[in-house]
């Protein structure tokens, strides 16, 4: 049940990444065609205003559709109608236009032209699967010649579009992790007995869930350090606990501890944990330093990548639902934790300067800003094509770690 919840969670995390763009490009009127939650195709869906809401069949995430990413080319119109060409190839004569006045960037004669092509293409009989390609296309380059394409508006209104993603990412991990101060963090261990080791020395003289340690060899321990001072101050010879249980001491032992592999003596169990909450602003404040302290790490972590020394530290998407069930397992404040690092790092993840990550729209509209010209098609290919080989190899790399560990090696 654990790793379905988790499965859940990192779902979530992708939706609401995605619905951080759609919301912002409403707000900046660059209206979005398509809004899913999970995947297509769709199970159902809905046309309200000129945006297609659905359900889509492949449970993970979601999915928004923003028009007109790239300004339209000539090849574009080209590659969507070659099976239908293949066809139909009198269908050329009202492609060939089309084709023309895009090549010479007369993109509103294009926009008039495209309906008369379009019509064609419905009277043409078509397999299916040109036809779905050649209506896909030419949705597409009509989306592109609008007049809210993401490639005609301002450079601002482009960042803030693109950012919105990571961004509410980065605002549900602070949240997150202000819920977590808010219902308490760990502040002390406690002389209280969590869980007891198998087969440990503590196991065998019966120490139990709950017990408290109130003195060692007769001396008394009012807190946990003073427990465990007196267990490694043994060094391995005979000690007896008393405990209290039920409202009643009693004593248990002798006993001897045993050397762990840190050098310590214990005798195999974990204390309790006192928790400190915060009111809301304390909590806000809590997380939000915790989160520079996380990001700070996490940057580390992609400096020692590009240096060689970090590579155990990637971990996949297995790696994290794995993780995240584990932390369930813990507890429902645990799992709140992880689930806020998740959103951190996918925030984080999203805006490295890569193409087509987040970060890499980003960094091509201020360069284009600067050029104070649109950067060719052409570049934005190239550039992807590096971006997702690292992306690939960043996530192999976890797989790799996360295997190995599921194997125990």
């Known amino acids: 049940m654990s790793i379905f919840v988790s499965i859940a969670g990192l779902a979530l995390l992708i939706l609401i990444h995605e619905a951080g763009?759609?919301?912002?490009?409403?707000?900046?009127?660059?209206?979005p065609r398509r809004f899913y939650v999970f995947f297509p195709p769709a199970i159902v869906k809905?046309?309200?205003?000129?945006?297609?809401?659905?359900?889509?069949a492949i449970p993970l995430g979601g999915y928004v559709k923003i028009p007109g990413m790239h300004k339209p080319a000539e090849r574009d119109l080209e590659a969507a109608l070659v099976r239908a060409l293949e066809e139909?190839?009198?269908?050329?004569?009202?492609?060939?236009?089309?084709?023309?006045?895009?090549?010479?960037g007369q993109l509103d004669e294009a926009r008039g032209l495209l309906p008369?092509?379009?019509?064609a293409v419905e009277r043409a009989r078509l397999s299916e699967p040109a036809e779905r390609a050649a209506k896909r296309g030419l949705t597409d380059i009509a989306d592109a010649l609008s007049g809210d394409a993401y490639w005609r508006a301002p450079v601002w209104k482009r960042i803030a579009v693109i950012f919105a993603g990571p961004g509410t990412n980065l605002v549900f991990a602070v949240l997150l992790l202000a819920g977590v101060f808010m219902l308490g963090v760990p502040d002390e261990r406690t002389r209280t007995v969590d869980r007891i080791?198998?087969?440990?020395?503590?196991?065998?003289?019966?120490l139990q869930q709950g017990d408290e340690i109130v003195a060692v060899q007769g001396r008394p321990t009012r807190s946990f350090d003073a427990v465990s001072?007196?267990?490694?101050?043994?060094?391995?010879r005979a000690i007896t606990l008393t405990v209290r249980r039920d409202g009643r001491e009693i004593s248990l032992g002798p006993v001897q501890a045993q050397k762990a592999e840190d050098g310590?003596?214990?005798?195999?169990?974990?204390?309790?944990?006192?928790?400190k909450r915060y009111g809301p602003v304390g909590a806000t404040w809590q997380a939000i330093a915790k989160t520079g302290e996380v990001t700070a790490a996490i940057g580390r972590a992609l400096g020692r990548i590009v240096t060689g020394s970090g590579r155990d530290e990637v971990s996949s998407p297995v790696g994290i639902v794995q993780g995240s069930s584990q932390a369930l397992d813990l507890g429902f404040r645990y799992y709140l934790g992880v689930l806020a690092l998740i959103s951190l790092s996918l925030a984080l993840l999203n805006l490295l300067p890569l193409l087509p990550l987040d970060g890499g729209h980003i960094a091509f509209s201020i360069l284009e800003k600067v050029r104070g010209r649109a950067i060719p098609r052409e570049a934005y290919e190239r550039f992807s094509a590096v971006g997702i080989a690292l992306v690939l190899m960043l996530f192999f790399i976890g797989l790799s770690n996360d295997i190995g560990r599921l194997g125990g090696t």
């Open 88 to 104: 139909a190839p009198w269908l050329e004569r009202d492609l060939e236009p089309v084709k023309s006045a895009l090549a010479a």
């Open 229 to 236: 001072q007196e267990i490694r101050g043994s060094e391995g």
């Open 46 to 56: 809905k046309v309200h205003n000129g945006i297609e809401y659905g359900i889509g």
């Open 21 to 31: 763009h759609f919301l912002v490009a409403l707000a900046v009127r660059m209206r």
């Open 197 to 206: 080791t198998a087969a440990s020395p503590a196991a065998g003289i019966g």
């Open 116 to 119: 008369g092509l379009t019509a």
């Open 264 to 275: 310590r003596y214990v005798i195999g169990f974990v204390p309790g944990l006192e928790y």
